[in-house]
Structure formats: C-alpha cells, structure tokens
C-alpha cells in the first residue's frame, strides 16, 4: 500500500541536564573511525493500545521527556561528530520529526514496501551529515504509530544502540531507576590513529 506522510514538526530534543565539562568530547575508537558513514536505520511499529487512552499530543509528550531523560544517560547521542575523531558532546540535541499517515496502521502492515519505510524516517541512510541520531514518530489515524530512527554507525553499533532503545522503553514507563549505566569506553580498548 502506498502511504503518504506529512511532517507536521521539526524539534531539537535536548538532554535533560547537561553533560559534564569532563565528558564534552567523546573519542572514537580506531574502529569508529574506519566505519562508512552512513546512517543505520530502525523503523519499529506500534499498534494503538487499546488499555492506554492517551492522545498523540500526550504520547508525543511522553516520548519527547522520555527521550530528553534518557539523552542524559546517553550523552554521545546528543552531540555531533566533528573530524572523524570524536564526538562534540554539547548538548545540541537528537534532530526530533513529528508526522501523520493517511491511513490505519493495519492497512499499511497488510501489504508493506520496504521502500515505504524511508517515509517513516527523518533522513535518508545516505544523507550523512553530523548528527548521531535522529528520530521521526509518526501517528496513524487508528492512533497506531510508527518510531522510525537512524543514527550514526560511527557512534553506536547494533548492540549499543539496543541498549539505548530498551533504556528509552523503561524511562518511559517509569522505570528508569532499573538500568545500569552505560559505558563510554571504546577508545580505550581500540585507540584512536
């Protein structure tokens, strides 16, 4: 099925606090550095839930402090990559895009394009530019809704980025308080060139 997508916004969410003067500029490992820059993406589908009566405003709301909760934690995210060589962890924000579908969710996932899915994406994957991640939710009129996210392989790889998903799910439901920390440590096992 064919979809259209309309971006109704276009947010910067920042992280609730901000970073240490000490952890301003996270290095990239050697590994980082000889990764492509390119733009991972994830596109995670949602059907309404029928307990839940929030509307997309306060579901958006939700997920905006959510998200600026868990940047805090999550810090390199919230930065931009400068040179190849580190991240610039000042605070700039996670590039934050909010659309609506014309149609159900259901009729979109009966007979789903994987080429349909860039629409639920705020950049294209070969659109590199210096951001580490970015997020585009998209509400559908049955109130389903759609999380589509890229980020920078440079920044995180697949686990890492997991981790930060299932760390943004808990804050959001208010059980923040039962994630461990994560650790910026990568540069010191596979030093920079």
């Known amino acids: 099925m064919k979809v259209e997508v309309e971006v109704i916004s276009k947010d910067s969410i920042k992280p609730d606090f901000p970073t240490p003067e000490h952890l301003r500029h996270y290095k990239l490992s050697c590994i980082d550095q000889i990764t492509p820059e390119i733009f991972m993406p994830f596109v995670l589908f949602y059907p309404k839930d029928g307990t839940a009566n929030y509307s997309n405003l306060e579901r958006h709301d939700v ?4 998200l600026s909760e868990t940047l805090t934690r999550f810090y390199p995210l919230a930065g931009r990559v400068k040179e190849n060589l580190y991240v610039d962890c000042n605070d700039e924000g996670v590039h934050y895009v909010e659309a609506e579908a014309n149609c159900k969710l259901s009729e979109f996932l009966e007979d789903p394009s994987p080429a349909e899915d860039n629409k639920f994406l705020p950049f294209e994957q070969d659109d590199v530019n210096d951001l580490a991640l970015a997020v585009q ?11 589509g996210l890229v980020f920078a392989h440079k920044v995180s790889d697949a686990s890492s980025f997991f981790l930060f998903l299932n760390s943004w799910a808990a ?9 461990p920390p994560p650790q ?10």
């Not at 997920?63 to 959510?66: E, G, L, R, V």
């Open 63 to 66: 997920i905006k402090k959510s």
């Open 137 to 147: 939710v998209t509400t559908f009129n049955c109130g389903g809704m759609v999380l």
């Open 171 to 179: 804050i959001a439901r208010g059980r923040g308080d039962d994630i």
């Open 184 to 193: 910026f440590d990568s540069a010191k096992f596979f030093p920079p060139e």
